[in-house]
């Protein structure tokens, strides 16, 4: 009967994780369709570019809350089963960056699934772990997104950080063991939606966010003049 269970969290999981917010609100507030913008990602960082400052902090919010509820599905629903809290936001990580409400067919023409990069969905499930979580994750990975200035970097810093923070928990008792695998998972996941940014990153090529991005447009037509 638990396996079950299992199966329906799962599997709730993965829908849950799948809800396009991003795609939802910013079709609502301006009618375009977020798949055709810049990326075509569905997050909060596209859905800033789309429609604005408050669709993308809106997105961001919802995609972070969706995937705490599955922890908090699984702990009511399969109570005392370490592995399905885990997996549970995991599968909706999953399913926020491959959703089976946006399936279509690729240049291929074979079907492919769409969705975001994970990184807010990746801090709420860890949220849903341990709410303490997001008073160290946060912090440390608005540090990246406004000190280095790569919106995707900041991505997968969310990731490294819940790992590092839930190493912690298992060494010191106050976590189970488990909860670091939710770290290295959703990582690869990360790693896996952002291989085009990281191309970029390392050739060069990412664009910056915030006072990085100002600072190298200033220096660049610096150079330019001085040259």
Known sequence: MQIFWILVVLVLSYLVGSIPFGLLIVKLSTGKDIRQVESGRTGGTNAARAAGLWAGILTAILDFLKAALTVWIA????????????LAPVAAVFGHNYSIFLIERGNGRRLRLRGGAGGAPTVGGAFGLSWVSILIILPLAMAVLFGIGFASLATMSVAFFATVIFTYGALTGVSPWQYVLYGVITELILIMALRPNIRRLLNGTERRIGWRAKHAKNHSSSSSSSS
Do not use: A, D, F, H
Not at 75 to 86: E, K
């Open 75 to 86: 702990r009511s629903l399969v109570p005392g089963n370490v592995w399905i809290q885990v």
